[in-house]
């Protein structure tokens, strides 16, 4: 299965925006990269997810290398209430088990204010 | 919707005895999973099923565990007999379709402390 490598943790200031990077060089072409976050005690929270073009929600943008290799998710303006583990996902279009959320240890995101 | 709803949110049990762990998936989501969470092992997915039926079992870690899922609006997870080493924050989540592109909800999650 193709992996992603993320920073154990990562800071931030309140109110600025926050770079999250995502490796994942052995991605196939049909995976889709999807990210996930933690709040302390609650469960996972979909994010966002893209294939090859940058996407944007209302939570988050997601922008992806051309080579699609790396990734980064991007928190325009952090709030405290971001602070958690997000965690990058690798799925592969056919679902079933390669559609699974594998989930590794994530990047814990501190927020300061 | 009310979201993914899960009980009890916390288990205390002793050693040996029987738990069921219950979870009510969004309405109209074909698939469901459980997951267990550990500060070792993370989140791994141990059971989904799809339109009630078990898909893929591989992740449930020995035959003290069983899943069902009677009706489309019912899962179990049953441990017997619970162990020390299953003390864990249980998921469930459950997801419209199967296919890569759709979003996975989660519910808040069963505290399990086995004694």
């Known amino acids: 299965d193709a992996k992603t490598t993320q920073p154990n943790s990562m800071e931030s200031n309140e109110e600025e925006p926050v770079h999250l990077p995502c490796n994942h060089s052995?991605?196939?072409?049909?995976?889709?990269i999807h990210w996930y976050r933690q709040l302390p005690s609650q469960g996972p929270e979909y994010v966002i997810h893209?294939?090859?073009s940058n996407v944007n929600n209302r939570m988050a943008s997601l922008a992806i290398a051309e080579d699609r290799k790396s990734s980064t998710l991007i928190l325009h303006r952090a709030t405290l209430r971001d602070a958690a583990v997000y965690y990058c996902i690798l799925r592969g279009v056919y679902g079933g088990s390669q559609g699974n959320l594998i989930f590794g240890k994530g990047t814990k995101l501190s927020v300061k204010p | 919707d009310a979201g993914v709803i899960q009980s009890p949110r916390h288990e205390v049990t002793e050693m040996g005895q029987e738990v069921t762990l219950r979870c009510k998936p969004i309405s109209g989501h074909d698939y469901l999973f459980w997951y267990r969470q550990t500060m070792m092992r993370g989140l791994e997915l141990l059971i989904y099923?799809?339109?009630?039926?078990?898909?893929?079992d591989s992740g449930m870690p020995e035959d003290r565990f069983s899943a069902k899922m009677p009706n489309a609006s019912f899962s179990t997870l049953k441990i017997q007999p619970s162990e020390p080493r299953d003390s864990a924050v249980y998921f469930c989540?459950?997801?419209?379709?199967?296919?890569?592109?759709?979003?996975?909800?989660f519910g808040p999650g069963t505290r399990l402390t086995v004694t």
């Open positions: 052995t991605i196939s072409g049909t995976d889709y």
């Open positions: 893209g294939l090859t």
């Open positions: 099923f799809n339109n009630n039926v078990p898909i893929d």
């Open positions: 989540a459950s997801s419209l379709r199967g296919g890569s592109t759709y979003e996975q909800y």
